[in-house]
Nanobody
Framework: QVQLLESGGGLVQAGGSLRLSCAASRNIFSINYMAWYRQAPGKQRELVVGILSDGSTNYADSVKGRFTISRDNAKNTLYLQMNSLKPEDTAVYYC?????????????WGQGTQVTVSS
């Protein structure tokens, strides 16, 4: 198991930046896949970006070139650097960890952190 705690959300003007953090309760080195999702009011939760344990990433087209995911295994923390923020980036941002065991896939979620971008 793993517990995830996001932080770093807040209110920012369009064009500004925020860095989200996701602190894990255990070593993340062996976690196969971690990701940031977001959910805006009235919309489905969507993938923002994911990162595999080998460092490969997959970004949503809407955030390519503006957002950067990184993981610090020494600090057991996942980050999301968000630049050039737009009002449409407003959402609750969630951290997800995917742990694969033989025959089992476990998904863990944080409680979310609110990001609000004003125009």
């Amino acid at each position: 198991q793993v517990q995830l705690l996001e932080s770093g959300g807040g209110l920012v003007q369009a064009g500004g930046s925020l860095r989200l953090s996701c602190a894990a309760s255990r070593n993340i080195f062996s976690i196969n896949y971690m990701a940031w999702y977001r959910q805006a009011p009235g919309k489905q939760r969507e993938l923002v970006v994911g990162i595999l344990s080998d460092g490969s990433t997959n970004y949503a087209d809407s955030v390519k070139g503006r957002f950067t995911i990184s993981r610090d295994n020494a600090k057991n923390t996942l980050y999301l650097q968000m630049n050039s923020l737009k009002p449409e980036d407003t959402a609750v941002y969630y951290c997800k960890a995917e742990i694969r065991r033989p025959g089992i896939l476990e998904n863990y979620w944080g409680q979310g952190t609110q990001v609000t971008v004003s125009s």
